[in-house]
Every structure is written in structure tokens, then in C-alpha cells.
């Protein structure tokens, strides 16, 4: 999400914003993927309003997150922003909360037998040192 807010900021100072925003409001599926992991400056916060604005009710988003609902308020920060921007997510949104290991740690377990991870536990060549630098 955050390479999309900011290449709207670059929109602005190329010419392209409006065009850019005319793009994201006729995408059919939007996906904000990792809303809250980084904040959001008042203009990021201003653009995705405008976004969700312009798309609530005609275009379905999706919105991925590490961060429980319950903090996403907190991660917009302005708070009449986040009250805008909140409604407009979760006014006919279908939640769906996934519960255990991330996806990209389990499938890199795929495979792979116990003695196996032990071995690559141990043998992290970050962290062992090669004998020839001693």
C-alpha cells in the first residue's frame, strides 16, 4: 500500500494524479495489501479517502493486514480522516480473520523433514563462521 500512496505523490508532481486516480476508481479489485504497517502522512491519508470515496459502492477493495481492526484508527492517525476512511472500508465489507503461521513461513516448511529444519537451524550461514577466517 505504501508504494501506491506514494506514487500518487509522484502523480502530483508529474501531472499524472488525476489520471492515476481515474485508474485505481474504474480498477474492478483493489487490493491494499499491509494496511497499517507503515504511517500514513496527511497526504497519503487525504489520497486513500479520495480512493475508497471514489470506489465505495461501484468497485470491490480488498485490505490485507498484520494489524488487528481494532488498531487500523490508530495507524491513519488524523482522526476525522480515519473515521471517513473506516467508514467507507467497512460500510458492506465482509471480514475475514485468518488465525496461525503466515502462509510464506508455512509453505517454506513444505517438504522438509524435522531433521531437516534442525539441521538448518544450526547451520544458518549467517551465523556460523567459516574456519578459514579464524
Not at 46 to 63: A, G, P, Y
Not at 100 to 127: C, F, Q, V, W, Y
Amino acid at each position: 500500500m505504501g508504494r501506491l500512496l506514494s506514487e500518487l505523490q509522484l502523480g502530483k508532481g508529474d501531472g499524472q494524479y488525476s489520471k492515476r486516480m481515474t485508474e485505481l476508481a474504474k480498477t474492478d479489485v483493489l487490493i491494499l495489501d499491509d494496511f497499517g504497517l507503515s504511517p500514513l502522512t496527511e497526504d497519503h491519508q487525504r489520497d486513500l479517502l479520495e480512493i475508497l470515496d471514489d470506489r465505495h459502492d461501484k468497485r470491490s477493495t480488498i485490505v490485507t493486514s498484520q494489524v488487528p481492526v481494532k488498531l487500523w484508527h490508530d495507524c491513519i492517525g488524523n482522526e476525522t480522516l480515519a473515521d471517513a476512511i473506516l467508514d467507507r472500508l467497512v460500510h458492506n465489507s465482509y471480514r475475514v480473520e485468518i488465525k496461525g503461521e503466515s502462509m510464506r513461513k508455512a509453505r517454506s516448511h513444505i517438504g522438509k523433514d524435522k531433521n531437516s529444519l534442525k539441521k538448518e537451524k544450526t547451520l544458518n550461514p549467517l551465523l556460523v563462521k567459516k574456519s578459514d577466517e579464524d
